[in-house]
């Protein structure tokens, strides 16, 4: 192999995984020289595993929890360093977990280095290929760049960041968000996100009662029952039969989707058992775990193949998925444990814990006043915003986004994220497609439907590693 200079922009569970499938393939050897980009605190687990209260809990039972088939897998990693090995362990935990694995990496191969720092500008000079990198005063030249930046920035849906008691982005939380509860304290969402502030609050801290603001009210599904899952019609030889000219319709998907409920014995009424009432919806998910976990299990099995097949969709097709069917799927797609919604049910019915929906309006001009459409109003002094981060790319107009989009290195998908083709590489509207940049994560959100799972995000480091070798060769 000739000599290449790789830089990994980002240093969470995407950046490792890639960096892994790279010194791990047959072709790997040391001509190339490999540096991986993040900041300190983020380096070897990303946002989504930083340190934090260990009651943030993981949402995936330990021991699916994977990185690979190497090991040590999570669960023996956790047995040999004195860690209890509890059905959902702490998401902390996975990240010191990731950390182990990186400097581990980095030991076996000494062409790696890490760099613990922010990529401030990066550019792309089209008559030699090469990327130059710029980060603290130096410029770095690169002949491929892995851009794996786990999540954009927190959405901000009533545009109250930079106002005094709004917390913007809630993480880590036992630094951002209060420790005591002399305030009134409410909470923008009902995600897992808001779920981590309410646990936070009211097991860590003297808060006596908190608020979550949403539009809907509603909270993720409770897991359910582990149901093994063997699919026979929603196959990938099956649905791959379905495209035609690039593309496969939306009728035909779902209807083979339907045939897959049918076949598992899957009730497709559970789509729709929501009340509206949040306390109720949990209590139904704990009430029938076999028939919600047969449901959720099903979806699992049908995830990477929704990942392949949603590029394959038209616009007007793939507009409608998002809007009609996304939201039914979503909400079973990441359920939380068990424990954790008998503790908010518990919460609800002593009045610590108050889901308030359809707000419509936040004025922020003394406290924040929260209205909602059937004219209730809620006076809060301190607001956290658990909204999630957005998909949008243009609200994200700092550091490395901002740089490639102000050089036309990237285009904005209408869907969420960047524009890339099958196989992870940029496409850039000044350039077309770069070959010598490929994409994986948060940033492939229109192109790769639900693929933020660490089974997905490993699956497809898997693939862009074994694309960059074909092309290298």
Known sequence: ?????????????????????????????????????????????????????????????TPDMAFGDKAPNFESWLQSNGYATDTYTSRSLFGRYLRSRLDHICASYKNIEVRYAMIEDLQYDSSTRCFALYSEGQKKVYTHVFLTVGQLEYSDPYNLKGITNYIFDPY???????????????????????????????????TQEVHAFSRSGEMPSVRGTYSEITLQFFTSERLHKLVHNDEISLLELKALFVRELAHQGVDWRLFFRRTGNTRQDLQYDLEHPEAVG????????????????????????????????????????????APVAEGLVEWMD???????????????????????????????DIIINATGPSVKVQKDDGGVIGSILEHFLASPDEFGGLLVDQNHHIISARTGTVREMFVLGALTYGSNYLSQSVHLLNRSAEKIVKQFYAQTK
Not at 297 to 325: G, V
Request: contains cysteine.
């Open 1 to 61: 192999m000739t000599h290449q200079r790789i830089a990994i922009v980002g240093g969470g569970f995407s950046g490792i995984s890639l960096l892994d499938h790279l010194v791990s393939n047959s072709e790997y050897d040391e001509s190339l020289e490999i540096d991986i980009y993040d900041k300190r605190s983020m380096m070897g687990n990303g946002h989504a595993y930083q340190e934090d209260s260990m009651h943030l809990l993981l949402n995936i039972p």
């Open 172 to 206: 880590p939380v036992t630094d951002n968000l209060p420790r005591s509860g002399e305030k009134a304290i409410g909470i923008l969402g009902c995600g897992l996100s808001a779920i981590d502030c309410i646990r936070y609050l009211l097991l860590e801290t003297d």
């Open 294 to 337: 047969k449901l959720q299990y099903l979806i699992s099995a049908a995830n990477p193949l929704f990942s392949d097949i949603f590029q394959y969709l038209s616009h007007s097709d793939k507009s409608e998925f998002l809007s009609k069917y996304h939201p039914l799927i979503e909400e079973n797609h990441s359920p939380m444990p």
């Open 350 to 380: 002593s009045g610590k814990l108050r889901i308030i929906e359809n707000i419509n309006n936040i004025d922020a001009s003394d406290g924040f006043d929260v209205s909602t459409a059937d004219g209730w109003q809620f006076n809060m």
